[in-house]
Structure formats: structure tokens, C-alpha cells
């Protein structure tokens, strides 16, 4: 993988900010977009916008296959043995809102279980927090272990044969942590529950094969993996979604409709109410062909790598804490003893530095982690061992910046 | 240090000499107006107890957590309204919201004080949230007193 040549791809990163040049590290919150995937979104307005499925004309059949072909791109990629399993929504929240709806209101009652970690983005909290409320259902956590991983032997401690629904995040947004999905999967199936899988964090950055986790529901977001805002995926199981109802109603998604009743087109058009996101449906196309021309392992093994050079670098930084364990993804969450994240991520930026701070939409994790924010850096294809020797120049500066004030 | 000046405008001495030396930091006794508000986008918190008396703030205390901004903030708030009329208190916050806005501001009567060095904020946009949350607190308990 030719680094620069995989830079030279993203225009965005080629220029100053604040008076130097940018050192982009917020992947975790959005990605860059390379100039294939602004191209396509671009040849789509300029050559065939239209819309689907209806058109007997030509620039609405070609932009039914734009959007019916990134649906296969999609199925290829994750793996999925339908197309029938992959449908467009706006994002990783609203796949997971789904599936609490639709299946959760159907099959979850009273005195039922539903099972997720204290290390969950809040779109994989709230969902089951509002269908256990509604349902009188309890919401039970896999307690973490004390590095911020998820052990088996305490997942099968919490997942009973009450248990309906599992849903853990794949890959922690602040710890980094990579979540052994496929072992909790089994362990849901073994208790009759499904298992639902937050992918937001890791199909952009390795080989994800939904079949051979065996989940029943994975969802993903396509902003995080180079493609424009507002895309996203649910991919489900053939005979789950069948039984499903849908929750957005309108056009796009019906088959007969009376003046009293109406029917719902198949799978998966039946879940896409409204004029789908065609843009946004090719742009993912785009970015799915794009990643799969530099290959997932490669870009797998370069953000692990970066990773570890972060956490070399910040290891013999005095008085900065940083949380997770060694093996992890390429995401970097601390803290420094004299900086405030948020005074840290100013200084930062003041040198061209992104980083986020906060709470990454993860409180319950903030309050395991007995912290009200944290600062987080985060990498991804594009991002260089400079980059992070320039980041952690911009914190020993910042750091002495405030160590003056209270030195 | 060689840090941008524009960096400096946010962080001028004032600004940290309430950081780390905060004033009215703690509760105040009996019964008091108490506000509790955070900044859902960040994290930061603040738990804000004013005591008003024939129609002045007659104490103001504050606990918290947070950035250099906010809770410097919330020490200048605290100590500047302290002792004011709730009218004059609430005309000071809507200066202050105005000052982060950049827009020119007339005090008219008020002393800002240190307030003013808070001026820097208005040229980093993500802060002035920091900035403005003390303010906001002190506003709502006096709005639900009324």
C-alpha cells in the first residue's frame, strides 16, 4: 500500500489549517472522502439523476442501477447471501432503531431479557432502553473486564434463555477494543435470543463476513468508510426481515394500496420508504470499490500499526492516561493529567491537529471509565506515522502550555 | 512558549488564574435556587446555587466540572453577579452572550471585570458553548424564581 499515493487520493487532506497542515485524525467520527467517491456522487447529478424503480425512461433506469448495483456491492462485500438482506437507511442509528421497533415490539414482552455492554455508542443504548420501558423488559450489561474487553465466559453469564435480544458493538468507538461477536452470537443462538451487531466501527476497516459471524442483524454506517453522510446499512436475515413489519410508511415501499389497507412490496424495498438515498446508495458503491481496490487487510494491518506506534509514543508521555487495551483498532482514547480534553483538542487544532473530545456518545462508558470526557485520536488509510509524531509533538506542547499555568 | 497569538487570546492569565484558583467554588447554606446543566455535546457540568434576597443576588456558588473555559467562566460569573439587582444580573448575561457573538456591546453601568477577558472566545466558535454555560444556569434559575 503506497501511502502517498492513497493520500494524493483524498483532496481534502492537501491543505493548512490554522497556519499548518492538516493532520486529520477523527476518522472514528467521520471519514475523508477520496475524489472517486465525490466523482461518482457528482457523474450521478450531472449524468442520470432520477428516480427509481418507476422510470420507465432512461435516466431512471440507469439510476436504478446505481442504486440497485451498490445494493450488490454491498451484499458482496459484507458477505451477505441475499440482496434481499441489505437495506438502505440513513445510518447506523436508524438501522438499530429499526430493528428495536420492528422485531423488538414483535418478540419482546414482559419479563424478557435484553442483553448489551456498558461500551455501547448511545445508538445501541437508547433503542433497547425505549423497548424495555414500552415492553417491561429488562436491559442487562455484560459487565467489561478491567482493560475494557469483553470476556466470553461473562457474556454467557448474563445471556439467559430469557435473553430476546443481544446487541454489541463490534468494535469500541473510544477503547478500540475488537468484540469476539461471533462467540456472543453463539451464545445468543444457544438461548433462542438474536443477536444484533453495531458495525459502525469495523467494516470500514477489515474483512467483515456477516454469514460467518452468524448474526442475525448488522448494521453499519457509510460516512465512516469514505462514502457521503446520510447512508447506511441493516443487513438481516432472510426469514427474520420476511416476518418483520415496517416502520416507515409511504410510497417506495407498498404494493397495493386501498383506501383502507395496503400491502408491502418485497424485501428490501418494503423497510425503504420514500425516495431512497440514490446519491448517497452509488457514493457507497464508490467507497466500497475504492477500499476493496487497496485491500481491507492492508488497511487493517496499517491502522493496527499506527496504533501501536501512538501507544509507543504515548507510553513515555508523564501523566497521560490512556484507555483500552494493547490489542485494539486504530483508536487511541486519553487523557493528560494538566490538559482538559477539550483545552487539548483547541491547542491541538491551533497547530492543524483534529482530534475529538468528549464523550464519543459513549456516557456509560465515560462513567466506567470514571471520567467526564476524554480526547480521542483516530486513524484510518490515509493517516501517516507523521502524522502521529506531529500529534504527539501538539500534546507535549499543549501539556507544557498548561503545566506553565499551573506550574 | 511559542504558541500562536490567537491561541494567547483565548488563554490569557486571567482566564487561568480563575481555572486554578476557581472563587465561589462550593455550595452556599440553606435554602437556595439550585441549577443543575451540562453541555450535552461535551460533557461538561455545572451544579449552580444562588441565594436572592430583596431582589438581588445576595450569594452565588458553583461546583463543576470541565474545561479551562467553562469553569473560569463560571468563577467571573459568579463573582461579577454577586451583590447585583437579578434585573442588572440577567441584562450582564445578555452582554456576555453578545460579547461571544461578536456583536458591540454597550455595559452601560455594568462592571464586566474580568469578564472581558473572555473577549478571546468569540474567535473559536466550538468554545463559546464552554464559555456561555455558567450563564445559561445562572439565567434559568432566576427565570424559574420569577
Same mark, same amino acid.
Given at each position: 500500500?503506497?501511502?502517498?499515493?492513497?493520500?494524493?487520493?483524498?483532496?481534502?487532506?492537501?491543505?493548512?489549517?490554522?497556519?499548518?497542515?492538516?493532520?486529520?485524525?477523527?476518522?472514528?467520527?467521520?471519514?475523508?472522502?477520496?475524489?472517486?467517491?465525490?466523482?461518482?456522487?457528482?457523474?450521478?447529478?450531472?449524468?442520470?439523476?432520477?428516480?427509481?424503480?418507476?422510470? &420507465?425512461?432512461?435516466?431512471?433506469? $440507469?439510476?436504478?442501477?446505481?442504486?440497485?448495483?451498490?445494493?450488490?456491492?454491498?451484499?458482496?462485500?459484507?458477505?451477505?447471501?441475499?440482496?434481499?438482506?441489505? !437495506?438502505?437507511?440513513?445510518?447506523?442509528?436508524?438501522?438499530?432503531?429499526?430493528?428495536?421497533?420492528?422485531?423488538?415490539?414483535?418478540?419482546?414482552?414482559?419479563?424478557?431479557?435484553? &442483553?448489551?455492554?456498558? $461500551?455501547?455508542?448511545?445508538?445501541?443504548?437508547?433503542?433497547?432502553?425505549?423497548?424495555?420501558?414500552?415492553?417491561?423488559?429488562?436491559?442487562?450489561? !455484560?459487565?467489561?473486564?478491567?482493560?475494557?474487553?469483553?470476556?466470553?465466559?461473562?457474556?454467557?453469564?448474563?445471556?439467559?434463555?430469557?435473553?430476546?435480544?443481544?446487541?454489541?458493538?463490534?468494535?469500541?468507538?473510544?477503547?478500540?477494543?475488537?468484540?469476539? &461477536?461471533?462467540?456472543?452470537?453463539?451464545?445468543?443462538?444457544?438461548?433462542?435470543?438474536?443477536?444484533?451487531?453495531?458495525?459502525?466501527?469495523?467494516?470500514?476497516? $477489515?474483512?467483515?463476513?456477516?454469514?460467518?459471524?452468524?448474526?442475525?442483524?448488522?448494521?453499519?454506517?457509510?460516512?465512516?468508510?469514505?462514502?457521503?453522510?446520510? !447512508?447506511?446499512?441493516?443487513?438481516?436475515?432472510?426469514?427474520?426481515?420476511?416476518?418483520?413489519?415496517?416502520?416507515?410508511?409511504?410510497?417506495?415501499?407498498?404494493?397495493?394500496?386501498?383506501?383502507?389497507?395496503?400491502?408491502?412490496?418485497?424485501?428490501?424495498?418494503?423497510?425503504?420508504?420514500?425516495?431512497?438515498?440514490?446519491?448517497?446508495?452509488?457514493?457507497?458503491?464508490?467507497?466500497?470499490?475504492?477500499?476493496?481496490?487497496?485491500?481491507?487487510?492492508? !488497511?487493517?494491518?496499517?491502522?493496527?500499526?499506527?496504533?501501536?506506534?501512538?501507544?509507543?509514543?504515548?507510553?513515555?508521555?508523564?501523566?497521560?492516561?490512556?484507555?483500552?487495551?494493547?490489542?485494539?483498532?486504530?483508536?487511541?482514547?486519553?487523557?493528560?493529567?494538566?490538559?482538559?480534553?477539550?483545552?487539548?483538542?483547541?491547542?491541538?487544532?491551533?497547530?492543524?491537529?483534529?482530534?475529538?473530545?468528549?464523550?464519543?456518545?459513549?456516557?456509560?462508558?465515560?462513567?466506567?471509565?470514571?471520567?467526564?470526557?476524554?480526547?480521542?485520536?483516530?486513524?484510518?488509510?490515509?493517516?501517516?506515522?507523521?502524522?502521529?509524531?506531529?500529534?504527539?509533538?501538539?500534546?507535549?506542547?499543549?501539556?507544557?502550555?498548561?503545566?506553565?499555568?499551573?506550574? | 512558549?511559542?504558541?500562536?497569538?490567537?491561541?494567547?487570546?483565548?488563554?490569557?492569565?486571567?482566564?487561568?488564574?480563575?481555572?486554578?484558583?476557581?472563587?465561589?467554588?462550593?455550595?452556599?447554606?440553606?435554602?437556595?435556587?439550585?441549577?443543575?446543566?451540562?453541555?450535552?455535546?461535551?460533557?461538561?457540568?455545572?451544579?449552580?446555587?444562588?441565594?436572592?434576597?430583596?431582589?438581588?443576588?445576595?450569594?452565588? %456558588?458553583?461546583?463543576?466540572?470541565?474545561?479551562?473555559?467553562?469553569?473560569?467562566?463560571?468563577?467571573?460569573?459568579?463573582?461579577?453577579?454577586?451583590?447585583?439587582?437579578?434585573?442588572?444580573?440577567?441584562?450582564?448575561?445578555?452582554?456576555?452572550?453578545?460579547?461571544?457573538?461578536?456583536?458591540?456591546?454597550?455595559?452601560?453601568?455594568?462592571?464586566?471585570?474580568?469578564?472581558?477577558?473572555?473577549?478571546?472566545?468569540?474567535?473559536?466558535?466550538?468554545?463559546?458553548?464552554?464559555?456561555?454555560?455558567?450563564?445559561?444556569?445562572?439565567?434559568?434559575?432566576?427565570?424559574?424564581? %420569577?
Amino acid at each position: 500500500m503506497d501511502i502517498q499515493e492513497v493520500r494524493r487520493q483524498f483532496p481534502i487532506l492537501d491543505q493548512e489549517v490554522n497556519g499548518h497542515p492538516l493532520v486529520y485524525l477523527d476518522s472514528a467520527a467521520t471519514s475523508q472522502k477520496p475524489r472517486q467517491v465525490i466523482e461518482a456522487v457528482e457523474d450521478y447529478y450531472k449524468r442520470y439523476n432520477s428516480n427509481v424503480h418507476r422510470g &420507465v425512461h432512461t435516466l431512471g433506469s $440507469m439510476a436504478t442501477d446505481g442504486y440497485e448495483g451498490a445494493r450488490e456491492k454491498v451484499r458482496r462485500f459484507i458477505h451477505a447471501s441475499s440482496m434481499e438482506e441489505i !437495506i438502505f437507511l440513513r445510518g447506523t442509528t436508524t438501522a438499530i432503531n429499526l430493528v428495536a421497533s420492528s422485531y423488538g415490539r414483535a418478540n419482546v414482552g414482559e419479563g424478557d431479557e435484553i &442483553v448489551i455492554t456498558p $461500551m455501547e455508542h448511545h445508538s445501541n443504548i437508547i433503542p433497547w432502553q425505549q423497548l424495555a420501558k414500552a415492553t417491561g423488559a429488562e436491559l442487562k450489561y !455484560i459487565p467489561l473486564e478491567e482493560d475494557g474487553t469483553i470476556s466470553v465466559e461473562k457474556a454467557r453469564e448474563t445471556i439467559t434463555a430469557n435473553t430476546k435480544i443481544v446487541s454489541v458493538m463490534h468494535v469500541s468507538n473510544v477503547l478500540g477494543t475488537i468484540n469476539p &461477536v461471533k462467540e456472543i452470537t453463539s451464545i445468543a443462538h444457544e438461548n433462542g435470543a438474536v443477536m444484533v451487531v453495531d458495525g459502525a466501527q469495523s467494516v470500514p476497516h $477489515m474483512k467483515v463476513d456477516v454469514q460467518d459471524i452468524g448474526a442475525d442483524f448488522f448494521a453499519f454506517s457509510g460516512h465512516k468508510m469514505c462514502a457521503p453522510t446520510g !447512508i447506511g446499512v441493516l443487513y438481516g436475515k432472510k426469514k427474520l426481515l420476511k416476518e418483520m413489519e415496517p416502520v416507515e410508511f409511504g410510497g417506495e415501499m407498498i404494493d397495493f394500496v386501498g383506501l383502507y389497507d395496503s400491502t408491502w412490496k418485497e424485501l428490501p424495498w418494503k423497510f425503504e420508504g420514500g425516495t431512497p438515498i440514490i446519491a448517497g446508495a452509488v457514493g457507497l458503491g464508490a467507497a466500497i470499490d475504492f477500499l476493496e481496490d487497496i485491500g481491507l487487510d492492508n !488497511i487493517e494491518a496499517h491502522e493496527r500499526k499506527l496504533a501501536r506506534y501512538a501507544l509507543d509514543q504515548l507510553k513515555d508521555k508523564d501523566g497521560v492516561t490512556v484507555y483500552g487495551p494493547q490489542d485494539r483498532a486504530g483508536i487511541v482514547t486519553f487523557n493528560s493529567d494538566d490538559v482538559h480534553p477539550h483545552d487539548l483538542a483547541t491547542v491541538l487544532d491551533s497547530e492543524g491537529v483534529a482530534v475529538r473530545a468528549g464523550h464519543h456518545c459513549a456516557q456509560p462508558l465515560m462513567k466506567w471509565l470514571d471520567v467526564t470526557a476524554t480526547a480521542r485520536a483516530s486513524f484510518y488509510l490515509y493517516n501517516t506515522e507523521e502524522d502521529v509524531d506531529k500529534f504527539t509533538a501538539s500534546l507535549q506542547t499543549a501539556k507544557e502550555y498548561f503545566g506553565d499555568v499551573f506550574g | 512558549m511559542s504558541l500562536d497569538n490567537k491561541l494567547d487570546t483565548l488563554y490569557r492569565q486571567v482566564i487561568m488564574d480563575h481555572y486554578k484558583n476557581p472563587r465561589n467554588r462550593g455550595e452556599v447554606d440553606g435554602e437556595t435556587l439550585k441549577v443543575d446543566m451540562n453541555n450535552p455535546t461535551c460533557g461538561d457540568r455545572i451544579q449552580l446555587q444562588m441565594k436572592v434576597e430583596d431582589g438581588k443576588i445576595a450569594e452565588a %456558588k458553583f461546583n463543576g466540572e470541565g474545561c479551562s473555559i467553562s469553569l473560569s467562566s463560571a468563577s467571573m460569573m459568579t463573582q461579577a453577579v454577586k451583590g447585583l439587582p437579578v434585573e442588572d444580573a440577567l441584562r450582564m448575561s445578555a452582554l456576555f452572550s453578545d460579547m461571544m457573538l461578536g456583536k458591540e456591546i454597550d455595559p452601560a453601568g455594568l462592571d464586566l471585570g474580568d469578564l472581558e477577558a473572555l473577549q478571546g472566545v468569540q474567535k473559536f466558535p466550538a468554545r463559546i458553548k464552554c464559555a456561555t454555560l455558567a450563564w445559561k444556569a445562572m439565567e434559568q434559575g432566576l427565570e424559574e424564581e %420569577k
